[in-house]
């Protein structure tokens, strides 16, 4: 059973940063792909980011191109998103998910697509 823990969420000021971290463990993550997706309260669940484990080919949201980052560490098994010049508006809950045998760009930036995912870790950026 694939299990995501996320970490690294916290509070931080308009124009800082943080790292989060999606710890998988249960499978060999070879032939899937990560995704981080976000929820404010009362909206919609939001892609923000995915990565391919094998190739690491990255996709981001329009709203966060230039700001974040995502990678992998192969040897950990970990799925990092590096989050700099935040903005109020990325206040949210941040969610790690994974699917496997899934790549297209179009598909992986739905949260339907994905099987597998994490409890979540709260961002919140003050103003």
């Known amino acids: 059973q694939v299990q995501l823990v996320e970490s690294g969420g916290g509070l931080v000021q308009a124009g800082g940063s943080l790292r989060l971290s999606c710890a998988a463990s249960g499978r060999t993550f070879s032939t899937y792909t990560m995704g981080w997706f976000r929820q404010a309260p009362g909206k919609e669940r939001d892609f923000v980011a995915a990565?391919?484990?094998?190739?690491?080919?990255?996709y981001f949201a329009d709203s966060v191109k230039g700001r974040f980052t995502i990678s992998r560490d192969i040897a950990k098994l970990t799925v990092y998103l590096q989050m700099n010049s935040l903005k109020p508006e990325d206040t949210a809950t941040y969610y790690c998910?994974?699917?496997?045998?899934?790549?297209?760009?179009?598909?992986?930036?739905?949260?339907?697509?994905?099987?597998?995912w994490g409890q979540g870790t709260q961002v919140t950026v003050s103003s």
């Open positions: 998910a994974a699917v496997r045998l899934v790549s297209s760009e179009a598909v992986v930036t739905t949260p339907r697509t994905y099987d597998y």
């Open positions: 990565i391919t484990w094998r190739s690491s080919n990255a």
